[in-house]
């Protein structure tokens, strides 16, 4: 049975990790061995992350819709229940993107929500 080598898939191993750390500082970039444990690292910080940026963002929603409901004399907590009340369903996205950008609208939002308390 003839021996069999297994420089060429080694290679494309090791060509792949080396691609990923491209642009990585000192021997992050250029040596395999620190080159793999940098390139894992950062794939389990770049998985945990996208979950951790969803609750990030949610946070950021909230605190704005917050800031803008208290400016119109309610509470985050109860700015929620009277649009759950009054049947209008929009996302803390939008809302915090309302909050922000139109506060003639958002302030609208809040009567409605006063009015359904």
């Known amino acids: 049975m003839p021996r069999t080598k297994h420089s060429v898939a080694s290679h494309?191993?090791?060509?792949?990790?080396?691609?990923?750390?491209?642009?990585?500082?000192?021997?992050?970039?250029?040596?395999?061995r620190t080159a793999r444990e940098a390139v894992?690292?950062?794939l389990a910080y770049s998985y945990r992350d996208r979950r951790t940026r969803k609750r990030d963002f949610r946070r950021l929603?909230?605190?704005?819709?917050?800031?803008?409901?208290?400016?119109?004399?309610?509470?985050?907590?109860?700015?929620?229940?009277?649009?759950?009340?009054?049947?209008i369903e929009i996302n803390r996205k939008v809302l915090a993107e309302l909050a922000v950008n139109d506060a003639d609208?958002?302030?609208?939002?809040?009567e409605i929500a006063k009015d359904s308390l």
């Open 12 to 32: 494309r191993r090791k060509k792949k990790i080396m691609k990923q750390a491209k642009g990585y500082t000192g021997g992050r970039g250029k040596l395999f």
């Open 40 to 42: 894992g690292r950062a």
């Open 61 to 87: 929603w909230i605190a704005r819709i917050n800031a803008a409901a208290r400016l119109n004399g309610l509470s985050y907590s109860r700015f929620i229940s009277g649009l759950r009340k009054s049947d």
């Open 105 to 110: 609208g958002f302030s609208k939002l809040a």
